[in-house]
Nanobody, 121 residues
Framework: QVQLVESGGGLVQAGGSLRLSCAASGRTFSRYAMGWFRQAPGKEREFVAAIRSSGISTDYADSVKGRFTISRDNAKNTVYLQMNSLKPEDTAVYYC??????????????WGQGTQVTVSS
């Protein structure tokens, strides 16, 4: 069982930056693929970014490529999402996710409770 707790959301102006953190419980964090999804009001949850258990490979949604960076610190059981050049359309609840696999699936095994990110124009 893995518990995920996100932090770092908030209100920011367009063009600004935020860094989300996701702290995971358990002693096997390094075995899990990790990622971020988001859900805007009235829309379905969508994939944002993922990082393999090794931390070597990352994947991004086209809408955030070049602006967002996912990383992990296995010593701290934490995954991060650095978000730069934020746009109003990035406004959403951001969810951390974990899979007990090398690669994150689109239906991860574990989810955090979500953190709100609001970008004002």
């Amino acid at each position: 069982q893995v518990q995920l707790v996100e932090s770092g959301g908030g209100l920011v102006q367009a063009g600004g930056s935020l860094r989300l953190s996701c702290a995971a419980s358990g002693r096997t964090f390094s075995r899990y693929a990790m990622g971020w999804f988001r859900q805007a009001p009235g829309k379905e949850r969508e994939f944002v970014a993922a990082i393999r258990s090794s931390g070597i490979s990352t994947d991004y949604a086209d809408s955030v490529k070049g602006r967002f960076t996912i990383s992990r610190d296995n010593a701290k059981n934490t995954v991060y999402l650095q978000m730069n050049s934020l746009k109003p359309e990035d406004t959403a609840v951001y969810y951390c996710a974990a899979d007990n696999h090398v690669v994150l699936s689109l239906q991860p095994d574990y989810w955090g409770q979500g953190t709100q990110v609001t970008v004002s124009s």
